[in-house]
């Protein structure tokens, strides 16, 4: 049984999958969702701004509550308790920062959205999810989205793993 499901957003369409199959499971199990969102300033830097600008971060932080508290009202609107944690992470790997929070939420899953990239596209753009797997303290559900994941009516396919 999954008391508490932890599941990392950022508000793009394969990470919603995600956080919808976590509803589901929540819904059936009466569990508790832990909504996580991280800001990496670093995903955004192209070499020719500064990291040290003002404006930056805010903008950043304030993006990624809109995405919490949309994934919240998502989750609420089925009826699942749900609390939402932002982070800021100017140094931290997501992986790294999952899985502490994994640890000290004592979550019983983690409910992830993934691109399922193979080949070039997996080496050129590593994967996220994959090093949550390699890393998390419970078991991982990864839920893959199709190759059309834009395309409405597609169910998502969803890999479960345990660690």
């Known amino acids: 049984m999954y008391h508490r499901i932890l599941v990392p957003i950022d508000g793009s ?19 508790v969702l832990r909504l996580i969102h991280v800001v990496d300033e670093l ?17 950043m932080e304030e993006a990624g509550e809109q995405i919490l508290q949309q994934g919240r009202e998502r989750a609420e609107r089925a009826g699942i308790r749900t609390e939402t944690l ?26 992830i959205g993934t691109h399922g990239r193979r080949g070039v596209g997996r080496v050129l753009l590593g994967s996220g999810a994959e090093q949550i797997l390699r890393l998390a303290p419970v078991p991982v559900l990864l839920v ?10 597609v169910q998502a396919r969803v890999d479960i793993t345990t660690t």
Do not use: H
Not at 43 to 59: A, I, M, N, Q, W
């Open 86 to 111: 932002l982070f800021t992470s100017l140094a931290g790997r997501l992986c790294d920062l999952v899985a502490e929070q994994a640890n000290a939420w004592n979550a019983d899953l983690i409910v």
């Open 144 to 153: 893959r989205a199709p190759s059309g994941e834009e395309e409405a009516g």
């Open 13 to 31: 369409p394969t990470s919603l999958r995600g956080l919808d199959e976590a509803i589901r499971l929540a819904g059936l199990m009466g569990s």
């Open 43 to 59: 995903k955004y830097v192209t070499g020719f701004e500064s990291l040290s600008s003002p404006d930056l971060l805010p903008l």
